[in-house]
């Protein structure tokens, strides 16, 4: 299996512009989690998915960010518009219910200037 | 509130030092743990779990570590660290008493100074 795969790995963008951040689960998992990773505020969890229905966002930091899986293999976060304090290495995760293990992508390294 | 404390923010060693880096968790119920590194420029990748039996976890990387229930400890050791244990280590713990999912302490950044 290829692992969790994030697309794109890095990102460049203006302050008031749509990010889309993309990943593709491990086939079968049906948790999948975003995570975002800063220096001030460590690895926090910004939203999870049970078979692709979200069940937590208390983590969203604002209305400008949203998610979605409209698929078993698919999930994307949205930041609409984006703001410098945006930038940060946001991680997707999958696992599988039972199993407690999170198996982590390899983020996407987002600047907003 | 529920939390997981990692007290090392940074931490640097010489060659074969021994390390060991805390993590205290606040969490009661049923606890899995974990500890997590990530290398420069790569993702998190886990280094060792406890679920249940023996509190003393053997991972990779001649890592280990030992969950201390009474003292809501989980702290990582290796006895001597090499220059490319350099990385950021995370504890984690997953609770049956905060919806079993994933909380991450703040993290631990170990330079191994060759």
């Known amino acids: 299996d290829a692992g969790v795969i994030q697309s794109p790995r890095h990102e460049v963008t203006e302050m008031g512009q749509e990010v889309t951040l993309r990943c593709k689960p491990i086939?079968?998992?049906?948790?999948l989690f975003w995570y975002r990773q800063t220096m001030m505020r460590g690895l926090e969890l910004l939203i999870y998915?049970?078979?692709?229905?979200?069940?937590?966002d208390s983590g969203m930091p604002e209305d400008r960010f949203s998610a979605k899986m409209p698929n078993a293999s698919f999930s994307t976060l949205k930041i609409q518009p984006s703001e410098p304090r945006d930038s940060a290495v946001y991680f997707c995760?999958?696992?599988?219910?039972?199993?407690?293990?999170?198996?982590f992508g390899p983020g996407t390294r987002l600047t907003v200037l | 509130a529920q939390s997981v404390s990692q007290h090392n923010h940074h931490v640097i060693l010489s060659e074969a030092a021994s390390l060991e880096l805390g993590c205290n968790y606040s969490?009661?119920?049923?606890?899995?743990l974990f500890w997590y590194v990530q290398y420069p420029g790569q993702h998190l990748q886990l280094l060792l779990k406890?679920?249940?039996?023996?509190?003393l976890v053997k991972g990779i990387k001649g890592f280990e570590a030992e969950f201390i229930k009474s003292k809501f400890s989980f702290n990582l050791r290796k006895p001597s660290v090499q220059w490319s244990d350099t990385a950021e280590y995370f504890c984690?713990?997953?609770?049956?008493?905060?919806?079993?999912?994933?909380?991450f302490g703040g993290g631990t950044r170990l330079m191994v100074k060759p």
């Open positions: 998915f049970n078979n692709n229905v979200p069940i937590d």
């Open positions: 995760a999958s696992s599988l219910s039972g199993d407690h293990l999170p198996n």
């Open positions: 969490y009661g119920g049923t606890v899995n």
């Open positions: 406890y679920f249940s039996g023996d509190p």
């Open positions: 086939s079968g998992h049906d948790y």
């Open positions: 984690a713990v997953i609770s049956n008493n905060a919806g079993n999912m994933l909380t």
